[in-house]
């Protein structure tokens, strides 16, 4: 089962990251580079697929707060067989049903998917091996720039903290994320250089993306409220 799932995703996945990090090596002969120009293509590539799973997100999100709101007011002011049905005319409403949380589970599965993949490619990638990068002596080591200390494991987690106190608003969403940073910090603060540059440089790409979409939102209209259902008796 587990052979059949390699050869049905995650070997073409290895084929498809190859191809990306080999293809400019004809006019760049640098390994560190190559692995900024990887990451920042692989984004590319992705990013319709991360907007959209963003979007729904959003929207499901929006909708699940107007809901609970909906559902408490009914709540306040119905008892019995009576609030059971009005709820159900909120959801149908609002065209919501509790199963539609499932869909930020398959999000997430889609992220770890290609963190795991992206992982096990750069892990294995024979390329990098003696190369170096600027002051990295090896990519295929830990970078040890600061006196043993490795550099780039902390500026990938301080751009991960800045982007969770960018974009995430609620308080206790944001500890989870900076919290997550650190988990991420301890994982991969002995990983080899080419990772780590990897995914700073990735974690870099959705910063400023974040920002930029942020920055270009629209502001979203009301939707019609079901104040009907709610008037004082």
């Known amino acids: ?27 760049i002969f640098d390994a560190g580079l190559q692995l900024i120009l990887f990451s920042v293509v692989l984004n590319l590539l992705l990013m319709p697929l991360y907007r959209q799973m963003e979007q729904r997100s959003a929207a499901t999100r929006e909708i699940r707060q107007r809901v609970a709101s909906e559902v408490a007011r009914m709540k306040r002011h119905f008892r019995g067989r009576e609030r059971y049905f009005y709820i159900r005319a909120v959801y149908r409403n609002y065209k919501y049903h509790p199963i539609s949380e499932l869909l930020g589970s398959a999000d997430l599965l889609v992220q770890i998917v290609v963190f795991f993949t992206v992982f096990h490619y750069l892990s294995g990638l ?19 720039l600061l006196g043993g200390v490795h550099l780039l494991p902390l500026l990938m987690t301080a751009i991960n903290a800045a982007s969770a106190y ?68």
């Open 1 to 27: 089962m587990l052979d059949a799932l390699e050869r049905l995703f995650i070997e073409p996945l290895m084929l498809i990251y190859a191809f990306i990090y080999h293809l400019p090596e004809h006019w």
């Open 126 to 144: 024979e390329a990098v091996v003696g190369q170096s990068f600027g002051p990295i002596a090896d990519l295929s080591r830990p970078d040890g």
């Open 166 to 233: 960018y974009y995430v608003d609620d308080r206790n969403k944001r500890l989870q994320a900076w919290a997550l940073a650190l988990v991420f910090l301890v994982l991969l603060y002995r990983s080899p250089a080419a990772l780590v540059l990897y995914w700073t440089t990735n974690n870099l790409f959705s910063l400023v993306r974040n920002i930029l979409a942020r920055q270009m939102r629209p502001r979203t209209s009301p939707h019609p409220t079901f104040a009907r259902l709610t008037a004082q008796r």
